[in-house]
């Protein structure tokens, strides 16, 4: 999570990347969950593969 951190600081009171900084809080706050949801799918593609 550190690389969001950053970009979260990089990008502070830019009106043009205040987009950005919407997608980032969302998936700070969705990440974790998101993983776990992958993960599956996954381990299925590679025991396929």
Do not use: C, D, S
């Amino acid at each position: 999570m550190n690389y969001l951190k950053v970009m979260r600081e990089a990008v502070p009171g830019q009106a043009l990347l205040k987009p950005i900084t919407k997608a980032l809080t969302a998936l700070k706050r969705h990440a974790e969950q998101e993983v776990r949801l992958w993960i599956p799918g996954l381990r299925r593609i590679f025991q396929v593969a």
